[in-house]
């Protein structure tokens, strides 16, 4: 036997077993990739190891690489997915308006977005009765800018 038969399960165990460490090095940047296909290594090389057959090693892990890539990467990175919901106070941004109070430049007015009143601030003048859009939101004023609706 050839010393490539006899420790090729070996090597890719250590390869799998590497790229699984390097993961931990590197954090989740690369959404678990290094560590399935590490797996992978370590898996195929484990399963072949009776066999003494680097053919088959390297059968085995390209199918169970190409399996993971194909296949379960695709749940693996949605299930890690972070969901970005707006809620609360965050979910007023991008609602339409009435200006209540005039706004200036220099002075904050008053703003009521659906049954709520608010502070709000703007880079341009906006007069009572505009309609406005709710671009953002710092503490309890809202930044806005006037839209075609209104007076």
């Not at 390209?62 to 997915?81: L, S």
């Not at 709710?134 to 209104?150: C, D, E, F, P």
């Given at each position: 036997?050839?010393?490539?038969?006899?420790?090729?399960?070996?090597?890719?165990?250590?390869?799998?077993?590497?790229?699984?460490?390097?993961?931990?090095?590197?954090?989740?940047?690369?959404?678990?990739?290094?560590?399935?296909?590490?797996?992978?290594?370590?898996?195929?090389?484990?399963?072949?190891?009776?066999?003494?057959?680097?053919?088959?090693?390297?059968?085995?892990?390209?199918?169970?690489?190409?399996?993971?890539?194909?296949?379960?990467?695709?749940?693996?990175?949605?299930?890690?997915?972070?969901?970005?919901?707006?809620?609360?106070?965050?979910?007023?941004?991008?609602?339409?308006?009435?200006?209540?109070?005039?706004?200036?430049?220099?002075?904050?007015?008053?703003?009521?977005?659906?049954?709520?009143?608010?502070?709000?601030?703007?880079?341009?003048?906006?007069?009572?009765?505009?309609?406005?859009e709710?671009?953002?939101?710092?503490?309890?004023?809202?930044?806005?800018?006037?839209?075609?609706?209104?007076k």
């Open positions: 036997m050839e010393f490539i038969d006899m420790w090729l399960w070996l090597i890719l165990a250590a390869v799998g077993l590497l790229l699984a460490v390097t993961e931990l090095f590197i954090g989740v940047d690369t959404g678990l990739d290094l560590v399935f296909i590490g797996s992978s290594f370590v898996a195929g090389g484990l399963v072949t190891w009776p066999f003494h057959s680097w053919v088959l090693s390297v059968v085995v892990v390209c199918i169970i690489c190409i399996a993971y890539v194909a296949i379960g990467r695709r749940y693996v990175h949605r299930w890690r997915a972070v969901k970005t919901e707006r809620t609360n106070v965050d979910a007023i941004i991008g609602k339409r308006g009435i200006v209540l109070r005039n706004i200036n430049t220099s002075v904050n007015g008053l703003v009521k977005v659906g049954n709520e009143q608010w502070h709000a601030t703007a880079s341009e003048e906006i007069k009572e009765g505009s309609e406005i709710v671009m953002a939101i710092n503490g309890v004023t809202l930044t806005v800018r006037k839209t075609g609706g209104g």
